[in-house]
């Protein structure tokens, strides 16, 4: 069982940066992809960015060159760093999970999650 807590969220002025990050129990971290995904009012939760266990990372196309996406797996930590924040970016981001090394990009491939944390971003 893997257990996921967020944190960093909070209220930024657009152009403004925020570091999120996922705190994660259990002792598969290293082995486990870790994604980020995010949620705003009325719309589907969409991938944001995942980092695999070498520290790889992909991004969607809305948020590269912008955000990135890290893991420290010694303190099995997972990091995202966004820059640049525009409101469109505001939503409620949630880290997640899953119990394969390969790359993720649905919630329907992850198997844990984070209860969430909010990002609003003011324009």
């Known amino acids: 069982q893997v257990q996921l807590v967020e944190s960093g969220g909070g209220l930024v002025q657009a152009g403004g940066s925020l570091r999120l990050s996922c705190a994660a129990s259990?002792?598969?971290?290293?082995?486990?992809?870790m994604g980020w995904f995010r949620q705003a009012p009325g719309k589907e939760r969409e991938f944001v960015a995942g980092?695999?266990?070498?520290?790889?990372?992909n991004y969607a196309d809305s948020v590269r060159g912008r955000f990135t996406c890290s893991r420290d797996n010694a303190k099995k930590t997972a990091f995202l760093q966004m820059n640049s924040l525009q409101p469109e970016d505001t939503a409620v981001y949630y880290c997640?999970?899953?119990?394969?090394?390969?790359?993720?990009?649905?919630?329907?491939?992850?198997?844990?999650w984070g209860q969430g944390t909010r990002v609003t971003v003011s324009s």
């Open positions: 259990g002792r598969t971290f290293g082995n486990y992809f």
């Open positions: 997640a999970s899953r119990k394969l090394m390969a790359l993720g990009s649905k919630p329907t491939e992850f198997d844990y």
């Open positions: 980092v695999n266990w070498r520290g790889t990372p």
